[in-house]
Each structure stands twice: as C-alpha cells, then as structure tokens.
C-alpha cells in the first residue's frame, strides 16, 4: 500500500498520470430481428443418440415419444433431424437437377417433406440440417441455378474446401459473383417448402460470415418463420455478428464423448463429465452475447436414459442447471422411446424449464476450486442462484454472499429442484456439495429488519443491523505508526474485520511479517487471536511499496504459491490481499507469476477470497493495470476483487470523492471487458482503497466528505471492497505532522472509518 509516507511525493510514470480517457463499455449488437426464438429453443435432436443412422421411423418414433412422454406440454417442440440424411458416392454428395444435397432414398423413402408433415400432426416443429458451399459433384455436373442463366461453375471457389462431416467434397462459394445468392435462396425455399421450421448450419467460422449471412437473407426471403442456428464451436471474436444474423450458435465442439462402443464411438454412453463440465468457462465468456432472439447454445442435453448416458444423477442435475442458467437452447440429445422415470423427473420440472426460458443469462458469480456460483436476476426482481461443485471426487463447501447477488440484508429463499421453501436466510447462503452435485434456488430480497431465518420464528425479535463484513477491512499497520488496539477499533466503529500488513520475503521465497518477524508465535499472531476473540476476523496483506517482494524472490509460480500457502495456513486464512507495487508492478514477469501463484492457491483453498490492490489513475487502472486484469482473465484466475488505491494522483486534487468515482468506473469498465462480466457482476468483483486526510502528493486531501461519496458509490453498485490506508492514521496530529500515525485533517477518532463502517456489502 502506498501508505508509507515519505518526504518527498512519489511521482507516477508518465503512463500512470490521469490523462486516459475512460473505456468504453462493450456491449453486444442487437439481435436478429427474424422475429424468431424469443425463448430457448426447445425439443430434441437426433445427432447424439441416432447420430449417423437416421431413418424416417427413426425420427417419427421420437417425435411419437415427445407427444406421448409429456415432454411436448412442457415446452419440448422442436424434432431436429441432423446430419447423414444425404445420398453420398465417391466424390461426395449427390446434387439434384439445381445443384442441391439429394435425399436418401434407402434413409427416407417418402421424402424429408413426409417426415416434416409427420412432426406437424404432432403439433411439433421440424428442424433441418446444412453445411456452407456448394457439393463437388454440383460443379461437375456444372448444374444450373435454379431460375436463373448461372451455373455451379460460376459461384464456386475450387481452391476453398468448405468443411463437411459426412460426405466432404464441398467446395466455397463465391458471393461476389452473381448466382450465389440465388442458389441459397433455391435450397432455402426448397426446405420451406418441405416444412423446415429449424435449419441448423454446422461448420461455420469466420471465413463463413458471408455463407451465414447469406442463409439469414435467404431464410427471411422464403417467408416461412424459421429458427437460424449455427455450429459449432464458433469463435468469440465474431460474436456479435452471430448474434446479428442467427438465433443461437454454438459456443464450443461437441458435447458427445464419442466414446461408446459402437461404429465412431456411437451407443452409450453418450458423453462424460468433462465434456459437460468444460462449458462452465465458456458459459461465462459468451454469457453477454445472449438474449431475446439470439442464444449462446451450449449443445445437446444428454437427459433422459439414466446413468448410461455417461453421467450420475447429480452430475444429470447440474447439467440441466447450467444450461438452463446460461439460457440455452434445450436439445435432447437422448432416445426418448426409453425415458428413464427419474430423468423424465428432472425434464419435466417446470421450475428448471422457467429458469432456461426467463429469457436471461446468468453470471459467475465465483469460481473457487471445484465450487462456483452463477447468479440471474429476473424481471419480477427476483434473483435465480445456483451453486455448483464440478469435481469428480471429494465434497465441497459452496458460499454466496447476498451482496455478490445484488442485494443486502435477507433472502427468501426457495429451492428450485425439490420445490421446497427453506424461509428467510440472511446474509449469505452455503451449501456442501457432493462430487458433481448442484443446488439452484429462487431467492426474493427482504427488508433485514424483518429477516426471519430457518432457526428464527416469525415474530421473534427483529435481526440486529448487518455489521461491515470482509468488503470493509480497514488496514492496519502493526509494525509502526503508533497502532491502535483492534478490539478498540472494533468497540468504537462496529467493524469486525482488517487487512493487516505486510507481509514480505525475509530474503528469499520465505514470508515474514514486515521481512522479519515470524508469522507465527509473536504479538503479530496474538493481535490476530485477540480480533477472533473479539468476535473478528483477519485478511493478510502481501507486498506493499517498500522492502523485499515475494514476487520477486520466489522464483516460481509454484513457489510463490507455497508462500502464499505458508500465510493462508499461519492464520487459516479466508481471504488474502495482494498489495502489489513498486518493482513487483513494473515486471511483467511478476505480474503473471502473482497471477499464476493466485490460480493455484484458489484451486487449493476452496472459498478463499482473492484481492488484488494496485494503484490507479482518475481514469482507472493505467497501461500496466489494464495488462495485469488482461492476464488473469487470460490466464483464466477467477480473481474475487480487483482494488484500486485512487490517491497520489499527482495534481492537488481537492475533489476526491469525484475522482475516485471517475477511476472505479474505469476500472469496471476493464474489468467487464476482459472477464465479459455483466454491470452487476463487474462492480461486485471491483473495489477501492482509498487514503483518509493527507496523501503522499503535496496539496491532495480525503476528506470525510469524499469518503461519503464513495459510500454513496458502493451502496448503489454494491462494490466488491472498500477500505482505506489506514487504522493507524484515523485520527487527528498533534503538534507534529507525522504521516504514519495520524491524519493530517482536522478530526475526531475514527471519523474516516466510521463512514465505511456503514457499508454492509
């Protein structure tokens, strides 16, 4: 913390003075306006379980199975049939008299339009299958266009093989050349005039923005209502330009194991943990890209035959959780002729399906080892949570604070798999969790002055006020300036909590408090144990502007992670604060072993809370800021709070509240951008530690007003932490003017911290 004031003003680098303009907030582009898939899709898909051997019976027994399950009264419509519908020779597909896939006969000997009008009599959907380009033998044949002069040989691109997974030989199309157009639009009005009301496009990328865009056009210019989704794995880079011309689109490959013991892999079981566990990351990466008429798609949900589809009954539950908090697009993947009786359970709670068709996202919320939280707020105010442990092995204890959710004080809280209500909870709600087990429940914020908990019958006293939790924890200092006595501290403000500092190398990759008192066994530890005592409770700070940094001595990740280790152990710690400056935040090396140690620590202490504290501008984090969130979202560290010190900002500043408002939103903003957090979820990971009275920079005061300002800042966005530099300097000077243990301002005891004390989160 650059709290250690010295005689002489520190003096940013030239990248590091207020002279950024703020960044602008990403947000996605609008929506398709094809008026299609308001809602998720829902229904099923014949790739997982049928995958290379579709029928017509085949496809008519499934669509049979919705109806007669009940799966199609709770919103299950769409039959999709996928790929290897399609009549192959040795140079690839068989082309029509225009050009265009032929059926196969010996698959669906009365025609796809046959099966559609089949699906129909069901009261369902159809859905169809295509790859971008125009097929080999089309361009042999040199087939005309249908309704107009142009030919095969005219649009394609020889020199460009288009992606296809069963036939192959399919060569790119040229859109600027005339005829183009009009041969998607032939094969578009051909699949409207067999009943299509779902066309999936597979293979795409970013050479392919031209073939999306012109099926987007095509589609519309049939005039038949037809959902427009895109596969797979489709690169985050182009993200709202999916998001401008289809309905859904596939976020990452396929869900399907192919590890069955069939031809291909095919037959069960049908996919595995890790391949439903690997969408919880990008889940929260495209979480931002879906809405109202355009869906991340997170694939195939493999419910509906028990555990030989590949996963247990938990790891089914968290499955279908996921996908219905990220909103996506519910496709069975499974044979529905033999639902198995619990997971038709799970498929027709309409608790889950409503939470899938809210028409929101939901945010990570955290992401601590195998424990994570996801959060939506839906329209009627009411918040959707889910707490997940991915692991394979081993229980997890899962925590979410109320205020991480968007609200303080109480929750009623109801528990959305089994329906049951589990009454007013405050604060925060935990669960242990078993291996692949799930917990989503719908929580309605309260008034906490009449929070009634599990235990609390209503009409028992009212709940005493939240106390300022870990998001205060004012600093102090115990190695100078005069500490006071924290039981002291804690009587006089109602804190509970402080950040005590600092922790450093003793010379080498080995903490020490201060570099050379040990962290156990003196009166550092015995100040720790008298704040427990008293009700309390500690986060450590590492680094600092001054002495050896850990960063620097340690010379690995690992080791690095070791000593942090050593710290969280001495004190069995909750939460740490890496304070880091001075040489340890000029060195890029550093700053990705910090960020590296960090992944593996929070991967080894589940529910431990992350800081990171590091200097600013009245813009926000500077060059070296913006490279060091960059890294861990990159690096994928799932960093709880990054807190910026909005003081020495060079000019004298008199307004302080102001400009440390102007920087936070700065720093929400880079935040927002790298993690591709939502607004609620960037300001719940972002927080400030300012400076009370007089700063390192000749002329530049806090005062009590700013620290109202910024109070006001937090309550409205629910800021991650905010704290000061510090305890020791929360009082007036008297005759001399020593920066270390007093103000610099006129004041009563603890005048600054009182004003933070009142934030509850």
């Not at 709770?74 to 049939?81: T, W």
């Not at 890496?578 to 550093?590: L, P, Q, R, Y």
């Amino acid at each position: 913390m650059a709290g250690l004031l010295i005689a002489s003003a520190v003096t940013l680098p030239a990248a590091a003075r207020p002279n950024a303009a703020r960044p602008a907030a990403a947000h996605p582009a609008p929506a398709s306006d094809n008026g299609q898939s308001v809602r998720p899709a829902m229904g099923w898909s014949s790739w997982s379980f049928v995958r290379r051997t579709p029928t017509e019976a085949k496809i008519k027994a499934q669509a049979d199975a919705l109806v007669a399950t009940g799966l199609k009264d709770h919103g299950f419509v769409y039959v999709n049939l996928d790929d290897f519908w399609q009549k192959c020779d040795d140079n690839g597909f068989v082309v029509d008299s225009y050009g265009r896939w032929s059926v196969d006969p010996a698959k669906f000997p009365d025609g796809i339009k046959a099966v559609a009008d089949h699906v129909h009599s069901k009261g369902l959907k159809f859905g169809f299958y295509v790859t971008p380009g125009i097929a080999k033998n089309a361009v042999t044949r040199n087939t005309p266009i249908e309704g107009t002069a142009y030919r095969a040989k005219d649009i394609a691109d020889t020199s460009k093989p288009e992606k296809n997974y069963n036939c192959k030989n399919m060569y790119s199309i040229d859109y600027g050349k005339p005829g183009a157009q009009e041969f998607v639009n032939s094969w578009a009005k051909q699949f409207a005039s067999w009943g299509v009301d779902y066309l999936k496009i597979d293979g795409v990328g970013s050479a392919d923005i031209p073939d999306v865009r012109a099926w987007d056009t095509a589609l519309r210019a049939t005039g038949r209502p037809i959902t427009y989704a895109l596969s797979n794995n489709l690169p985050i880079a182009n993200a709202s330009t999916w998001r401008q011309l289809a309905n859904s689109w596939r976020t990452q490959g396929d869900v399907e194991c192919y590890c069955g013991s069939g031809a291909n892999g095919s037959g069960y079981p049908l996919t595995d943990w890790s391949h439903v566990a690997g969408r919880f990351d990008s889940a929260a990466s495209w979480q931002r890209y879906a809405g109202p008429g355009g869906w991340n798609d997170l694939d195939s949900l493999e419910l509906g035959n028990g555990d030989q589809a590949g996963l247990t009954a938990d790891q089914r539950r968290s499955h279908f959780t996921l996908w219905a908090m990220a909103a996506s697009p519910l496709l069975l993947g499974t044979d529905l002729t033999h639902l198995d009786p619990v997971d038709k359970a799970m498929l027709t709670n309409d608790r889950l399906i409503g939470v899938d068709q809210d028409g929101v996202a939901a945010e990570r919320l955290v992401k601590s080892g195998a424990g994570q939280v996801w959060s939506k707020k839906e329209k009627d105010g009411q918040y959707v949570v889910a707490l997940f442990n991915t692991a394979t092995s081993g229980s997890t204890s899962v925590r979410v604070d109320w205020s991480q959710v968007g609200f303080t004080g109480s929750g009623d809280v109801t528990d959305l798999w089994s329906g049951s209500h589990k009454g007013v909870i405050a604060g925060s709600y935990s669960a242990t969790l078993r291996p692949g087990e799930t917990r989503l429940i719908r929580v309605k914020a309260v008034d906490s002055s009449q929070a009634v908990g599990p235990q609390q019958a209503v009409g028992s006293p009212r709940t005493p006020a939240a106390a300022p939790g870990m998001a205060v924890a004012p600093y102090e200092y115990l190695g100078w300036g005069d500490p006071p006595a924290p039981a002291s501290v804690m009587s006089a403000t109602g804190v509970r909590w402080f950040t005590l500092a600092f922790v450093l190398s003793d010379g080498g990759c080995n903490p020490k408090w201060d570099g050379s008192r040990p962290l156990t066994g003196g009166d550092d530890q015995s100040k720790i144990n008298a704040i427990r005592a008293a009700g309390g409770d500690v986060m450590v700070s590492v680094g600092g502007w001054s002495g050896a940094k850990l960063g620097e001595k340690c010379s690995s990740a690992a080791a690095l992670a070791g000593a942090y280790q050593k710290v969280i152990n001495a004190y069995r710690l909750k939460a740490l604060d890496i304070d880091i400056e001075n040489t340890e935040w000029s060195s890029a090396t550093v700053r990705q072993r910090v960020v590296d140690a960090l992944k593996i620590v929070k991967a080894d202490n589940a529910g431990l809370t992350t800081v990171i504290t590091f200097g600013a501008t009245t813009s926000g984090p500077d060059s070296t800021g913006v490279d060091m969130i960059r890294r861990a979202a990159d690096s994928g560290l799932a960093n709880d709070v990054w807190c910026i010190m909005p003081f020495d900002f060079g000019g004298g500043a008199t307004t302080m509240g102001t400009l440390t408002t102007r920087a936070m939103e700065g720093l929400k903003g880079r935040v927002k951008s790298a993690y591709g957090y939502g607004d609620a979820a960037a300001y719940a990971h972002i927080g400030l530690s300012s400076m009370n009275g007089r700063t390192d920079d000749s002329g530049e005061r806090v005062r009590v007003a700013d620290f109202r300002t910024m109070l006001a800042y937090a309550r409205q966005h629910h800021i991650g932490r905010l704290t000061y530099w510090s305890v020791n300097r929360d009082r007036a000077c008297g005759s001399g003017t020593g920066g270390d243990s007093c103000s610099g301002v006129p004041q009563q005891p603890y005048d600054f911290l009182k004003v933070f004390a009142q934030y509850t989160g």
